[in-house]
């Protein structure tokens, strides 16, 4: 099975984000842009592995409490990854949050213990938005880029976190939660 640890993102924010994606949707692009159904936070992509080793991550991640205070994300900004004048992805930013970060850094120690190696790539937390793999003139989507640096989106209070499963179709990923895990003490 395909794994990864995220936020699943209650619907009001998903709205938010929808209505602050219309502008760049009615631009004709080839970006593929995610179901809001699937839009998340992801802390930390793991990739394909046994029943096994998914006991393993859920029992690294449910034994222990995580004692750390409910987040509080704010999502602004948007951007993107990719060179130049290209688009790899279009995201959504968080604003700067330690908790977030002190969460992150205590997901990755647990599951090194178990042999997921750490990221090496520094903790960049952003909502994916869309992808995109063509050549492609984005000249009028980088001036609404620019209009949306610094747009406050949403804010929502985190008090947990989820295991998903993604499974992959021709029509996109599918998001099932596995496992829900509180953060902070209740």
Do not use: C
């Not at 640890?5 to 004709?28: C, D, Q, R, T, Y």
Request: without cysteine; glycine residues 4%.
């Amino acid at each position: 099975m395909r794994v990864f640890i995220g936020i699943k993102l209650n619907n009001s924010v998903k709205e938010e984000i929808n209505k602050a994606l219309k502008p760049f949707k009615k631009i004709s692009t080839p970006v593929k842009w995610v179901r809001a159904e699937n839009i998340h936070l992801t802390l930390k992509f793991i990739g394909e592995i046994s029943e096994e080793k998914y006991l393993q991550i859920k029992e690294s991640l449910t034994n222990n409490n995580f004692n750390i205070s409910p987040l509080n994300l704010k999502i602004s900004n948007m951007g993107k990854f990719g060179r130049g004048n290209s688009i790899n992805i279009l995201w959504a930013g968080i604003e700067n949050n330690n908790e977030l970060k002190t969460l992150f850094k205590e997901i990755e120690n647990r599951l090194e213990k178990i042999n997921i190696k750490k990221d090496t790539r520094e903790f960049e937390p952003h909502i994916t938005l869309g992808r995109n793999k063509k050549q492609f003139n984005f000249k009028t989507f980088f001036k609404l880029l620019d209009e949306y640096n610094n747009h406050f989106i949403s804010e929502t209070k985190v008090d947990n976190f989820q295991i998903f499963k993604s499974e992959l179709s021709y029509s996109g990923p599918t998001h099932t939660i596995l496992e829900e895990i509180p953060i902070g003490t209740r």
